[in-house]
């Protein structure tokens, strides 16, 4: 925080010992969207092998780590990256904040990440394989049984932990401690109070992972017994962990695509965000049951009758808040002057599937029913609903509404249009067989199928090849309006857009906020 | 410049408290959720968990009035290669009476092995009320190569077991400890 201004040093330096938050944030979301890239390709290969029944190109094993590689890349390295990218790029502006509160931290939990999913993309070509666990790696498969690259992947894990601890301490300290005078804390943007949130899950949670993967490295090389039953532990203690994990990270993954969308509905609706409040609360709501409904994930591990009634119950509470949500994004758009650009595209489509989500997760949160469809098709469904539908299309959104901002210049709206519909339909294509042969008993993670399930299967493979195609067709939009899309230097990039970051000059300054701005008006009005 | 803020406090401070939370958080996983898990196991017989230590017999009435099933299986882990089975597959008893069997192992091996048998109870509902007063998972058995063994097991099945359970499963799974053994061995 000097008193002279300076801007980016040059060359591959800049990059390397960068402090900005919008040079890492610019980093963040290209290395989250090259994982994206990855973790498409090994679901193509996924889709390739169930094109039709029988086996087809890979071996079962090699179907397995692509399971498993498939659900870690995405998860770990393409979603959680690209909202911390976001949060790196948005929240400092947001609250008139020059930049981050620990911006060397901040270098270095960007760059710990890129070794950590070299390290488990490495394991692919190991003697033995990659992990072939799943990417919920329950013990004993992930211990006793696991090759020996896991060792490499635990340690993956306990980087990309690190890292994200890190990037979580950092936005808190960010939003508590440098915010403009007149900000408080019912006056920031709603993608704020989410990552606030989202960052205190992450703080509390990423340590209870890490706790899971050392008790594994310690059960495979030092002789202890967590979770071997030979030696007194238990394997279902391992799924306890996980889940207690596990649970809070899917609101990790979806909080901060709720405060995405509660940006970019009131600015296409032009009206302000509608319940403003009770988003909070219901935000706050989500995380704090999050912690008491893990054990729905293993409804079918014998639990005592009891157990099984409460986390139904707690489970099915979550439908509440969730559905506040919902109901205030459809009242922001009631009599609304609506218009429909890419980003307000996505952000709808993200309502109408997420919450299609969210119903089949109300059907498997009925613990006698969940005995059906555990570990099925449909499983794999509802979370494709909850976490593409609805995380990678708010985020897709997030990039459509914010890249003029950042870069100066408008992509072509009509090529963001045809991604959308091509995405939208190719996504349903996709995943609404998936809950048909799910309930009549398809189990995930097998590479062969019997012979009824082939239609479906088919469609499925189809539909993810067009939604994979359509993610190309993105890239080529982002790269050519960094290169050469038409300038725009108008403050306000969308005349309904609001907030702070909608008031320093387009493109984005380097340093914004060196002064901190007077903040008087609420979050969101007009 | 930081005066201005609307905070006070140091960001340093924030994060190093945060930094506290993690490490909390991650300790609570060795030193809460284990320890918690295998309480409510031992309290609750989730899983089928039975206590791992002897039960002390307190001398009850036998009831005569209802008989329960108590059926015996054995399993082994992996490719343990022992022959392990039980002598009688099914035994009728009485609660509150002590009863007795015992299993047969056989090592077909020459080397000398270890095993360790973890018992499970099914319905898990049960697992409070069946109570052993002797069993040979309570520690490891050694079997000489070739040899085999006898292994005895005595339990009461509670007098307070509920009314409705007429049919009592106890699994034993025996798992090949013996590489686990000879490495506690060479460390120690």
């Known amino acids: ?526 | 410049m930081a005066s201005v803020r609307l905070s006070k406090v140091p960001a340093i401070d924030t994060a190093l408290k945060l930094s506290g939370v993690a490490v909390v958080m991650f300790a609570f996983v060795f030193v809460v959720m284990v320890p918690l898990y295998n309480v409510l196991c031992d309290v609750l017989g989730i899983n089928g968990k039975t206590a791992g230590s002897a039960y002390t017999a307190v001398p009850v009435m036998i009831d005569e009035s209802r008989e329960v099933t108590v059926q015996f299986v054995a399993i082994k882990n992996n490719e343990m290669p022992w022959g392990f089975s039980p002598d009688e597959r099914i035994m009728r008893v009485h609660p509150g009476a002590a009863n007795g069997t015992i299993f047969r192992a056989t090592n077909p091996t020459t080397a000398p092995m270890v095993a360790q048998a973890i018992p499970s109870i099914s319905p898990s509902r049960a697992a409070p009320y069946f109570h052993k007063t002797e069993c040979f998972c309570f520690e490891q058995q050694g079997l000489a190569g070739l040899a085999a063994a006898d292994m005895p097991l005595q339990f009461i099945v509670d007098q307070d077991l509920p009314r409705d359970i007429h049919t009592i499963t106890l699994s034993y799974t025996l798992f090949d400890v013996t590489d686990a053994v000879t490495d506690q061995v060479a460390t120690r």
């Open chain 1, 1 to 526: 925080m000097g008193d002279h201004h300076h801007g980016p040093a040059t060359g591959v330096t800049r990059w390397l010992f960068t402090t900005n938050h919008k040079d890492i944030g610019t980093m963040y979301l290209w290395f989250s969207f090259a994982m994206f890239l990855l973790g498409g390709f090994f679901a193509m290969v996924i889709r390739a092998e169930l094109f039709q029944p029988g086996m087809q190109l890979v071996e079962p094993a090699f179907f397995n780590q692509m399971t498993t590689l498939h659900g870690l890349v995405m998860v770990f390295g393409a979603i959680m990256p690209s909202f911390v990218g976001l949060a790196n790029w948005l929240i400092p502006m947001m609250i008139g904040a020059p930049d981050m509160a620990l911006p060397r931290m901040n270098n270095w939990s960007f760059w710990i990440l890129p070794p950590a999913f070299l390290m488990l993309a490495s394991t692919l070509f190991m003697e033995g394989g990659a992990p072939a666990f799943g990417w919920t790696f329950y013990a004993p498969l992930s211990t006793t049984y696991a090759p020996p690259s896991v060792t490499f992947f635990i340690f993956a894990i306990h980087i990309l932990g690190v890292s994200s601890i890190m990037g979580s301490i950092n936005i808190i300290a960010t939003v508590m401690n440098m915010r403009a005078p007149g900000m408080t804390y019912m006056k920031m943007p709603m993608f704020v109070w989410t990552w606030l949130i989202t960052a205190f899950l992450l703080v509390a949670v990423m340590p209870v992972l890490a706790g899971a993967v050392t008790m594994m490295l310690m059960d495979i090389h030092f002789g202890t017994s967590f979770f071997s039953a030979a030696g007194g532990g238990d394997p279902v203690l391992f799924q306890h962990i996980f889940w207690f994990f596990g649970h809070p990270e899917v609101y990790i993954i979806i909080l901060p695509a709720f405060g995405v969308v509660s940006q970019i509905i009131p600015a296409f609706s032009r009206k302000p965000l509608f319940g403003y409040a009770s988003m909070v609360y219901a935000t706050a709501s989500i995380a704090f049951l999050s912690f008491v409904v893990w054990a729905h994930h293993m409804y079918t591990v014998g639990m005592p009758v009891a157990g099984e009634l409460f986390f139904m119950y707690a489970t099915m509470l979550i439908a509440v808040p969730t559905g506040v949500k919902v109901f205030n994004w459809i009242s922001t758009m009631w009599r609304g002057s609506l218009s429909f650009e890419t980003p307000m595209l996505f952000s709808i489509g993200f309502l109408v599937l997420f919450t299609l989500g969210g119903f089949t997760g109300l059907m498997l949160s009925i613990a006698p029913a969940d005995f059906q469809y555990h570990d099925t098709y449909f499983v794999v469904a509802h979370f494709h609903y909850v976490m593409v539908a609805g995380a990678v299309f708010s985020m897709t959104a997030a990039v459509y509404y914010w890249l003029p901002k950042w870069c100066g210049r408008m992509y072509s709206e009509s090529m963001g249009k045809i991604h959308f519909w091509i995405s939208f339909i190719g996504f349903n294509i996709t995943f609404f067989p998936q809950h048909f042969v799910g309930l009549a008993g398809m189990p995930r993670r097998i590479p062969d199928y019997a012979l009824q399930f082939a239609d479906f299967n088919m469609m499925s493979s189809i539909g993810a090849f067009i939604y994979g195609a359509s993610q190309l067709l993105f890239l080529y939009n982002v790269i050519a309006t960094i290169v050469s899309g038409e300038r725009v230097s108008d403050e306000k990039v969308w005349d309904g857009a609001e907030g702070l970051e909608w008031t320093v000059p387009t493109p984005a300054p380097y340093h914004t906020f060196e002064e901190p701005p007077l903040v008087s008006k609420p979050a969101g009005t007009f």
